[in-house]
């Protein structure tokens, strides 16, 4: 059995994100979206898990948790073999490279794979999400319902 972990803030998760992970669970036994514990979130680790899982609810081979320290000794720890990492364009590319490169150096029996962004989601990120939210602009064609309702709820007033 091949499990995968697809790590990252998902400071809020986002369609792009939720594509990833779904086309991942097709290639793999098991996907664990792997929440990154962060200083100073939009959405706390809990609302970030539960917003997750709300997204992914109906593919049984995705799980979601909240993970803090390195990704790799999160993954040894689930017994995972892969991490799944999405690029949306060339910029994305030499952080990729970089932090591949260490994680294979720190655990070199995890490979890492990139799942290229589907041509809707090139454009979208977290931060995007978050910054054009904060000034009133609706992006709930961009992200869940759920979470599209969770930061007009955050940004109000």
Do not use: C, W
């Not at 996907?31 to 997204?55: C, W």
């Not at 990492?85 to 490279?97: G, I, L, Q």
């Amino acid at each position: 059995m091949t499990l995968a972990i697809f790590p990252g803030r998902f400071d809020p998760v986002t369609n792009g994100h939720r594509d990833i992970a779904r086309r991942a669970a097709k290639l793999f036994d098991g996907v664990i979206v792997a929440v990154a514990d962060l200083r100073q979130p939009l959405f706390s680790t809990e609302e970030r898990v539960a917003m997750f899982e709300e997204a992914v609810k109906d593919y049984g081979n995705i799980s979601v948790k909240a993970y803090s320290g390195l990704t790799v000794d999160f993954a040894k720890a689930e017994g995972a073999s892969v991490l799944v990492r999405s690029m949306r364009a060339v910029t994305d590319f030499e952080a990729e490279f970089d932090m591949a490169l260490m994680n294979k150096k720190m655990a070199p029996g995890i490979e890492s794979i990139y799942l290229m962004a589907s041509l809707e989601h090139l454009f979208i990120s977290g931060t995007r999400i978050r910054e054009v939210s904060a000034l009133g602009y609706d992006v709930s064609d961009l992200v869940p319902p759920h979470v599209s309702q969770a930061l007009r709820a955050k940004f109000a007033g």
